[in-house]
């Protein structure tokens, strides 16, 4: 039985549950390289990457090696991740004398270990780490110890791993089902009652609503009276619908639906004067939830936010622009409402709770905006 372990191997182990169950860090695949252990946070205020290299170093040329061998592996996560600035600590636990101590690197900081005391003063580690020394002592010793420590990083990695499949797992979108039937009730109304009349009295018209009839922000955004509208905007709700809803929950999936509506209708009244249907404006609003959802969630989503939801906006935004008869500022309303209340109402236990005021804060300044452009400025 293992009852002693060497000094680099034990500080790795206790940076590295203190790194991960208090400080949320997640572990990193990184393709190419040895004995080094990635961290990823990417909601951490200034190092949003840590390695605890265990290789030695023996000079300044494998220094700076190392050093471009991060930049280059971190230059990839940032763009995978979305993220346009990524400050990286290197923790170096195997240093030779003839490397020097005292180089500085843009967007890389080093700390060279050499016992448990040193560390703690360390400055970067007295900064953005204080709570550690707390968090190094341990009454087990030896293999005790390690078992300790790596029960606890599986445990945290379990709970983390199931927090992510219980928001990724297919879950049945009671609330887009619901959307979808007073949609196709409305439109099938359309073959019984004069879809002039219905439009008339239902559509998003800005003279209306600026005299009282405050209902039509929402009842314009069920209203179809065009086969073809009606089949390509149902088949979009369907698609973004049951994703948003999956991913946000169904309680905040229908804030999310009915602010979009409201949002794109408010700017659509105070660009257009004439009449407006449709659930266009509020699947943008679902589209931009999306854009919210998957930059949280960029390291399993970035690839899919940056190559097919972003050019979809893109190019529906563009087509909006060069046919005519589409009402694209209800689109650019629903896309912005859509994001800003998706930060608002928050993905489950991923937003901290400044984020979420920040949200409700944004949120209602938009509205109250749109508000005033859309009623009491026309």
């Known amino acids: 039985m293992i009852t002693q372990i060497n000094e680099r191997d034990l500080i790795s182990m206790k940076l590295l549950h203190y790194f991960i169950t208090k400080k949320n860090y997640n572990p990193v ?3 190419g390289v040895e004995n080094e252990i990635w961290l990823e946070n990417l909601e951490a205020e200034t190092y949003k990457i840590i390695r605890i290299v265990n290789n030695y170093i023996h000079n300044d040329e494998q220094l700076d090696f190392d050093v471009f061998k991060t ?10 991740t979305l993220t346009l600035k990524i400050k990286t600590l290197s923790i170096l636990t195997d240093v030779g004398e003839n490397a020097s101590r005292d180089k500085k690197y843009d967007d890389v900081d080093i700390i060279f270990y050499d016992n448990e005391d040193n560390l703690l003063k360390n400055e970067f580690i007295k900064k953005e780490f204080s709570d550690l020394k707390n968090n190094l002592q341990y009454s087990e010793d030896g293999f005790q110890l390690f078992l300790k420590i790596t029960d606890e990083i599986n445990q945290k990695n379990r709970k983390n791993a199931q927090e992510t499949d219980s928001i990724f797992e297919p879950k049945k979108p009671i609330i887009t089902y619901i959307i979808l039937g007073i949609i196709g009730i409305i439109f099938l109304l359309s073959f019984i009652i004069n879809p002039n009349q219905l439009v008339y009295y239902l559509g998003v018209n800005g003279y209306f609503i600026r005299s009282g009839e405050i209902y039509r922000l929402l009842t314009g955004a069920f209203l179809h009276i065009d086969v073809i509208h009606f ?10 619908g049951k994703l948003v809803e999956s991913y946000f929950g169904k309680k905040k999936f229908a804030l999310i639906y009915l602010i979009s509506a409201i949002t794109a209708n408010l700017l ?9 249907i449709g659930a266009s404006g509020a699947i943008f609003g ?3 939830s999306l854009v919210y959802f998957g930059y949280h969630y960029r390291v399993y989503f970035g690839n899919v936010l940056l190559r097919q939801i972003l050019p979809i906006i893109i190019i529906n935004l563009f087509i909006g622009f060069t046919i005519p008869g589409i009402d694209n500022f209800a689109h650019i309303g629903g896309l912005i409402g859509g994001f800003l209340v998706s930060k608002a109402v928050g993905v489950n ?10 949200g409700i804060i944004l949120t209602t300044i938009y509205v109250v905006f749109l508000i005033i452009l ?3 400025m026309r």
Do not use: C, E, W
Request: hydrophobic letters at 40%; zero cysteines; a positive charge.
């Open 349 to 358: 236990s991923r937003d901290k709770k400044s984020d979420k005021v920040n």
């Open 71 to 80: 930049k280059r592996m971190v230059k990839k996560i940032r763009r995978k």
């Open 286 to 288: 679902l589209f931009g």
């Open 374 to 376: 859309g009623i009491f």
């Open 29 to 31: 695949v990184v393709q």
């Open 231 to 240: 089949i390509t905007n149902a088949y979009s709700l369907y698609i973004v």
């Open 268 to 276: 659509s009244i105070s660009m257009n004067d004439g009449f407006s």
